[in-house]
């Protein structure tokens, strides 16, 4: 194999750089050609490419985003858009691909790979999600939750000086694996995730409990996607009967994709990076490389789907625990 491309697609996630730069050094180290897809799969099917050396991937594995651009790419979606890329890929002799991305970005990299089995593909899953099968941490998600404690500190400092109760909305449509985690960091009086019901009259109980000990603000996480509803409509449920305190909502929203990637992120992005070059090298195809315990470990792509992790009761009832 002589020339591989790299791509970012779907959401971006802080990381994806790091991803990158390993893939282009590893590459290179191996005396490859490199390629960067410009915007995902639009790239490939626009036919726009970025010649890839080691300086090109200088002094970005600190920064957040991604520099060849992430899309969403509906032509790739349609057999003829598919068949423009592979063109593409073909007339410039790329026999490789790593698809830095999440689960959509994997089932098209797959349906490109098996429509066009000359063309060998990896992924590398990058989304602040942690939502894929095959990996115990997706890049991203490190950074994302530590955005969130900053953030949610920064309140608590108002909150408490005011003696306010705030809701802070953190992302999390399906799981509430970032509310659980960032909550349990930032001590949170109570966490509201899709997970387990939410009771408004469990809540308010406990809220009065800490008011007649005199506690000093209140900061209630709750994941976007919580079967109450997001923290607006709680915020006001709760209002209707406890009034005791002033109330604030905050919706950390985009904030929560940005930002200089952790170390964690940027070691797993590197070894990642590193991996997916190897892999393709040793003919590994159609399949994700992600970590557990502590291990590379390669996962079908077919099977590297949307996997919400379960919750741990112990975990549940030692966040409980805290707050009381
Ligand atoms: P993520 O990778 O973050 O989950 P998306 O779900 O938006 O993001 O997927 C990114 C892109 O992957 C889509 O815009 C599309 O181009 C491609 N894709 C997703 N599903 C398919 C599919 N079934 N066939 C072909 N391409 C797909």
């Not at 959401?11 to 050609?33: C, E, F, K, S, W």
């Amino acid at each position: 194999m002589q020339h591989i491309a790299v791509l970012t697609s779907g959401g971006d996630a802080p990381g994806m750089n790091a991803a990158i730069r390993a893939v282009v050094r590893t590459g290179l180290y191996h005396n490859m050609q490199v390629s960067g897809s410009v915007a995902g799969y639009e790239g490939l099917i626009n036919n726009e490419f970025r010649d890839m050396n080691s300086a090109s991937v200088g002094n970005i594995i600190q920064r957040g985003g991604t520099i060849l651009k992430t899309a969403r790419s509906k032509r790739f979606m349609t057999p003829e858009g598919r068949k423009q890329a592979y063109e593409n890929l073909k007339a410039r002799g790329i026999e490789g691909l790593v698809v830095i991305g999440g689960d959509g970005s994997f089932r098209g990299a797959e349906v490109l790979a098996t429509e066009y089995p000359d063309i060998r593909v990896i992924g590398i899953p990058g989304t602040i999600d942690n939502d894929l099968f095959g990996t115990d941490f997706t890049i991203g998600y490190d950074t994302a939750i530590n955005t969130v404690v900053e953030a949610v500190d920064n309140i608590r400092d108002t909150a408490s000086s005011h003696n306010r109760l705030f809701f802070v909305e953190v992302m999390g449509r399906d799981a509430g694996l970032i509310a659980l985690r960032s909550g349990i960091a930032v001590g949170a009086e109570a966490i509201l995730i899709p997970e387990t019901q939410t009771h408004v009259d469990k809540l308010i109980a406990q809220l009065e409990r800490g008011w007649k000990r005199q506690k000093s603000g209140h900061v209630i996480i709750v994941a976007e996607g919580d079967d109450a509803g997001g923290a607006f409509k709680i915020a006001e449920l709760v209002q209707q009967k406890f009034d005791k305190l002033e109330t604030k909502v905050a919706i950390l929203g985009h904030i929560q994709r940005g930002g200089n990637p952790t170390c964690m992120d940027r070691v797993l992005a590197t070894r990642l990076g590193y991996e997916s070059v190897e892999a393709l090298l040793a003919g590994k195809n159609r399949v994700m490389v992600g970590q557990k315990a502590g291990k590379v470990e390669f996962t079908p792509l077919s099977q590297a789907v949307k996997h919400i992790m379960d919750v741990n009761d112990t975990i549940l009832k030692m966040a409980e625990i805290m707050s009381l």
